[in-house]
């Protein structure tokens, strides 16, 4: 699988767009982006994956580079409980997923 | 449905116990997988079955490490003897193949050690 490399930790303001970086410089051609978050005490959540394209759900919306070396996962409107650790992950199967050191994000009022 | 399910919540043992964390994965489901997360290492990857069977187990440390699916409802951690630095939480992950679908994990069990 390939590496990611995630700012370990980034600060938002409540109501604000959160933007969450990840560099996957060697991914390969059948390889997903995906997002998982973990709140403090809880397992890994699944929040979104693509490809290629941009994808949106009721939860983020994900940025692939057209050269899909980097993404970028937003938040559109961060919440106190998006308060976790934001895990990007590259596979080509949806299994063992590799789980790095994430960024934790914090939300501040 | 309930989601994966993991027993015990938290578990203190003492050194060279037997230890067993079990899981019951989401009806279904025919991924199963095993994580360890500590403060150093993170969350790693232990090992992981479909249908029932083992796929790949080289994330398990060390045989004193060993992990069983009887069925398609339930898997077993079993750790003997328990040491001090087997303190962890222990997560349980299930996913379904057809098509593509995340991982759901379960709440974890909090594996003390002393």
């Known amino acids: 699988d390939a590496k990611t490399t995630q700012p370990p930790s980034m600060d938002c303001a409540e109501g604000r767009a959160a933007n969450l970086p990840c560099n996957h410089s060697?991914?390969?051609?059948?390889?997903?982006v995906y997002w998982y978050r973990q709140i403090h005490s809880q397992g890994p959540q699944y929040i979104i994956h693509?490809?290629?394209n941009n994808e949106t759900n009721e939860m983020a919306s994900l940025i692939i580079t057209e050269d899909r070396k980097s993404s970028t996962l937003i938040l559109p409107h961060a919440t106190l409980r998006d308060t976790a650790v934001y895990y990007c992950?590259?596979?080509?199967?949806?299994?063992?997923?590799?789980f790095g050191g994430g960024t934790r994000l914090m939300v501040k009022p | 449905d309930a989601g994966v399910i993991q027993s015990p919540r938290h578990e203190v043992t003492e050194m060279g116990q037997e230890v067993t964390l079990r899981c019951k994965p989401i009806?279904?489901?025919?991924?199963l997988f095993w994580y360890r997360q500590t403060m150093m290492r993170g969350l790693e990857l232990l090992i992981y079955?479909?249908?029932?069977?083992?796929?790949?187990d080289s994330g398990m440390p060390e045989d004193r490490f060993s992990a069983k699916m009887p069925n398609a409802s339930f898997s077993t951690l079993k750790i003997q003897p328990s040491e001090p630095r087997d303190s962890a939480v222990y997560f349980c992950?299930?996913?379904?193949?057809?098509?593509?679908?995340?991982?759901?994990f379960g709440q974890g069990t909090r594996l003390t050690v002393v």
């Open positions: 992950a299930s996913r379904y193949s057809g098509g593509w679908t995340e991982a759901f």
């Open positions: 060697t991914i390969s051609g059948n390889e997903y």
């Open positions: 693509g490809l290629k």
């Open positions: 992950i590259v596979n080509n199967a949806g299994n063992m997923l590799t």
């Open positions: 009806s279904g489901h025919d991924y």
């Open positions: 079955f479909n249908n029932n069977v083992p796929i790949d």
